[in-house]
């Protein structure tokens, strides 16, 4: 049974490493308890995967309760979100047999357009050696003129000369920088056609929100990318733009900390990073090709193999902190299945002392690694934490101990059943 949220709260679920810790995973098989499930940030740079039977979904914007049909989908206004992205996307799920009409879009979004993909790609051109590794989606640019007051809003876009003209006055000074990016008037004509689809999913994000929850409705709100990519606490600059905190659904949302109930953090058993900057725990060896390959560790949205290394417990020690952690789940244990020993990273030196994560980017780190006896049995088809081999059991009782927060669910596999509480 999934516990469900206290009347007027809302839970949050966040991932707490570098992002892709499963997040759409476990909200998948959260959303049976609740009745909308909400993002509050990020856009199409996340790609959050889902698999019920046969069917695997890769989304990117549309909240993961998609797969319950009775959960309202709603993308809040914290988020920064291409027209043409959306539209492919709701097509996709429509042709699948989802009804759409359960998204709704917050007024207060802001729209990515075809030139914030293409500054995003020049500026990391322009970095050379020291590139982010971005996924190219414009979402930094469209953060970018959002805090310039220079953007343009889901809410906007019912009054067409405002947009006609913004778009006109975004585009004085970015010249056109390659013949695949539209020119002004296309870019004009086709957000115009694009709001017409897209008008009705369209609210009044605040209101809706707080209507759903004083109406006792249960919100499970989805984080995007992770903790440790968070602008103003990840690992600056290799970062994305937005707030992906649990405290970021507040705002990326409009609701106020008491709205909050629980906060459950999604932690991967291991540790990848896709993209540049600081990977303490990172392994350039065999073992590090053997997580990836069994862990089939490579970008949902850029194909990009990720990169790969043991548990950070000091970074995991600061996530918790930093999101206010109630509990936590733990993905992908069934990956170290087979390694003779595990490592854990359980501190971090420099010149000998210790240091926090907060060292992390400091060149002479250096890691302790606590190893940890394997095991090599299936564990997929396990459902109750206790019936784990007891050198898995071993390796969660440790991890519990590390984070410091209870570890309620254990996922075994990419399927929604194919997890142990
Ligand atoms: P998100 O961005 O946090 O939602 O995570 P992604 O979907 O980008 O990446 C997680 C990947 O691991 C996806 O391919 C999932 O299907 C897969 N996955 C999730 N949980 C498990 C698990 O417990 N075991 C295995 N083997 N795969 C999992
Ligand atoms: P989900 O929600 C993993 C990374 C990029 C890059 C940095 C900045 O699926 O966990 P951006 O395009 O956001 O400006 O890129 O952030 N990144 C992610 N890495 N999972 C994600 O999302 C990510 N979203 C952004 O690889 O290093
Ligand atoms: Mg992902």
């Not at 679920?13 to 009745?35: M, P």
């Not at 548990?311 to 992908?332: C, E, I, M, P």
Request: glycine share 14%; charged share 25%.
């Amino acid at each position: 049974m999934n516990s469900a949220c206290a009347a007027g709260k809302a839970d949050v679920v966040v991932g707490i490493q570098w992002g892709d810790e499963g997040k759409g995973r476990i909200v998948d098989y959260l959303a049976s308890g609740y009745d909308i499930v909400a993002r509050f940030g990020g856009g199409d740079n996340a790609g959050h995967t889902i698999r019920l039977g046969d069917r695997t979904l890769a989304l990117r914007i549309v909240p993961s309760g998609v797969l319950n049909p009775d959960c309202e989908l709603f993308v809040g206004g914290g988020t920064v979100v291409s027209l043409a992205g959306l539209l492919a996307e709701l097509d996709a799920l429509r042709a699948i047999g989802v009804d759409i009409g359960r998204v709704r879009i917050s007024d207060r979004a802001h729209i990515v357009f075809p030139y914030h993909a293409a500054a995003d790609r020049a500026s990391e051109a322009a970095r050379g050696a020291a590139a982010i590794g971005t996924t190219g989606r414009g979402i930094g640019p469209a953060y970018v003129d959002k805090v310039a007051r220079a953007g343009i809003t889901f809410g906007d876009l019912h009054r067409r000369e405002v947009v006609a003209d913004r778009i006109r006055m975004n585009l004085l000074g970015r010249p056109r920088s390659s013949a695949e990016m539209p020119t002004e008037e296309d870019t004009i004509a086709q957000t115009l056609e694009a709001a017409e689809r897209i008008a009705p999913h369209v609210v009044d994000g605040v209101a809706y929100i707080h209507d759903a929850l004083e109406n006792g409705r249960k919100v499970l709100i989805e984080g995007a990318q992770g903790t440790l990519l968070d602008v103003g606490y990840g690992t600056y600059p290799f970062v994305t733009s937005s707030h992906t905190l649990a405290g970021g659904a507040c705002t990326g949302l409009g609701i106020g900390p008491t709205a909050i109930g629980r906060v459950i953090g999604v932690v991967k058993a291991y540790a990848t990073r896709v993209g540049a900057g600081p990977f303490p725990s990172e392994l350039d060896d065999e073992r590090g090709e053997r997580l990836r390959r069994q862990g089939v560790e490579f970008g949902t949205v850029t194909g990009r193999p990720r990169r790969c290394g043991w548990f950070d417990a000091v970074a995991a020690r600061y996530a918790v902190q930093l999101n206010g952690l109630s509990s936590a789940a733990v993905t992908k244990l069934d990956v170290l299945s087979g390694f003779e020993r595990v490592g854990i990273v359980t501190g971090y030196r420099l010149n000998g002392l210790p240091v926090g994560f907060g060292s992390a980017a400091c060149s002479g780190l250096e890691v302790e690694v606590e190893e940890i006896e394997g095991w090599s049995d299936d564990i997929s088809g396990v459902r109750r934490i206790g019936d784990l081999p007891p050198a898995a059991r071993a390796y969660v009782k440790r991890l519990e101990g590390l984070l410091g927060v209870p570890v309620e669910r254990v996922s075994l596999g990419a399927e929604r059943s194919e997890l142990a509480s």
